[in-house]
């Protein structure tokens, strides 16, 4: 019943119908199979309005409409536009300069906002037509854009790394007392957030030696600068102007959080404040653009609850249909051990990344997976930023990848999928390189929080 459970939600998925919904009506109606066929106790589901104020009383899970409303703020006053201008200006003197201008403005875009869809189609609707427009190959300038984009789901404050820490933080409490340890340890945001920042790095800086050696190899994919500005003082002033702001911002949210002065959702409300003063400096605080910064955060954050509830009914009901006891089953008995359990739980993560986004993931199959993992010995921070890596390649992988459908939405004339598809390959590879490096070498994940709150 548990796996027919799980098949069913993933077909009922496919057919498009809404994912919170389905989460909790599938569940439900496999409750009421069960129990008629006398494999399921109802008195279980007595548990389900304690659950549900744990969700809507969760103060680490009151960070994400703070993060999203200072992400949409960003969005909204033109902070990324002014930065990709300026960052051209600076890199646009290089040959392939443009694309390194749309990795850095990517990357404090992805750390300020945390939306993957905000940054894929920001930056494809201001940097593709230009990039296209200067001559750069169309496949690479696609696959570019949507990677960079991506970075938002591992650098640091991502609104994945906050719900991911949520649902760890229980998991391995959970696994702590399943070993019979009675005061057990915690894992915070902020850990995970120091975790991700080396890896991100790492895979920024993958992006840009791979573009530095395409360069070298087919120079003329990447036409020479026209136009170069010269370095003046009016220069340097548009640049730190630019700068500045973003920056300030993410130390500020970042920084308060590493190195303990505020929990994740007092520092989201100095971001959400920040992006405010921000959108206010550069006179883009008008009464229209605050009503769609609310109505879109509120659609987000709604959205993120609703399936959280689904989600909560759904694990509720698995683990009644016996579901729970099949994975620990299922693990144990895996050829490898940890390594083998390790290696399936990421290629099933993996795989349904081509269907669900990173939330449903999150709630449905972490909370399932992860208690067991961490029993068998699993450090939850390298497995919490292995998870966000993970999630952050399926987002690329043709032809599913939900960063593919935000690009091909806001650029149907300019760009085809088949040009996407062979753009994000290389990238997609990357991704899964890192993964391995990270495997191989999980002091790189392991390194900072220890230092930071060893």
């Known amino acids: 019943m548990a796996i027919l459970l799980f098949i069913t939600v993933c077909v009922v998925l496919m057919l498009g119908y809404p994912v919170a919904l389905t989460l909790a009506g599938v569940a439900l109606m496999f409750a009421g199979i069960g129990q008629f066929i006398g494999v399921f106790d109802a008195a279980l589901l007595g548990a389900l309005p304690n659950r549900l104020f744990g969700i809507i009383n969760n103060s680490i899970l009151m960070a994400v409409p703070l993060f999203v409303f200072m992400g949409v703020v960003l969005e909204k006053s033109k902070v990324a536009e002014q930065l990709l201008t300026s960052m051209a200006e600076l890199f646009g003197r290089f040959r392939g300069g443009l694309i390194f201008s749309v990795f850095f403005v990517g990357m404090l875009l992805a750390a300020s906002t945390g939306i993957v869809g905000a940054t894929v189609v ?3 609707l201001m940097s593709l037509p230009t990039l296209l427009k200067r001559g750069y190959d169309p496949a690479f300038s696609a696959g570019a854009i949507c990677a960079t984009g991506t970075l938002g789901q591992i650098i640091p404050p991502s609104i994945a790394l906050v719900l991911l820490g949520d649902v760890l933080s229980n998991a391995y409490q959970q696994a702590q007392l399943t070993m019979g340890i009675f005061s057990p340890k915690s894992v915070s945001v902020g850990d995970l957030f120091a975790g991700a920042i080396v890896p991100g790095l790492l895979l920024l800086g993958m992006y840009c030696v791979y573009t530095l ?3 070298k190899l087919k120079p003329d994919s990447f036409p020479k600068p026209t136009q170069i500005q010269p370095v003046n003082l009016s220069f340097i002033m548009r640049i730190i102007n630019a700068l500045m702001p973003p920056l300030v911002l993410i130390f500020l949210v970042l920084g308060s959080i590493l190195f303990g002065v505020a929990t994740p959702t007092e ?7 920040g992006a405010l003063v921000i959108a206010l400096s550069k006179r883009q605080l008008q009464l229209a653009v605050l009503k769609e910064v609310m109505i879109s955060t509120v659609k987000v954050t709604s959205m993120v609850f609703l399936i959280l509830i689904g989600a909560s009914i759904f694990s509720l009901v698995f683990r009644g249909l016996g579901g729970e006891a099949l994975i620990h089953q299922l693990f144990t008995s895996m050829p490898g051990g940890v390594i083998g359990a390790t290696l399936l739980v990421m ?14 993931i999150t709630f449905v199959v972490v909370p399932l997976v992860a208690p067991i993992l961490l029993a068998m010995g699993l450090d939850p921070i390298w497995l919490g930023i292995m998870i966000a890596v993970n999630l952050q390649t399926s987002f690329l992988t043709p032809p599913f990848g939900f960063a593919l459908f935000y690009l091909r939405g806001v650029t149907k004339e300019l760009i085809s999928s088949a040009q996407i598809y062979r753009g994000v390959l290389p990238f997609v590879l990357m991704q899964l390189l890192l993964l391995l490096v990270l495997s191989i070498w999980p002091a790189l994940i392991t390194w900072l929080p220890a230092q930071i709150y060893g």
């Open 213 to 215: 050696i395409l360069i």
């Open 347 to 360: 290629l099933v993560i993996f795989l349904l990344g081509f269907i669900l986004d990173f939330i449903e």
């Open 267 to 273: 520092a989201a409300s100095v971001g959400a404040f």
């Open 122 to 124: 920001t930056m494809g």
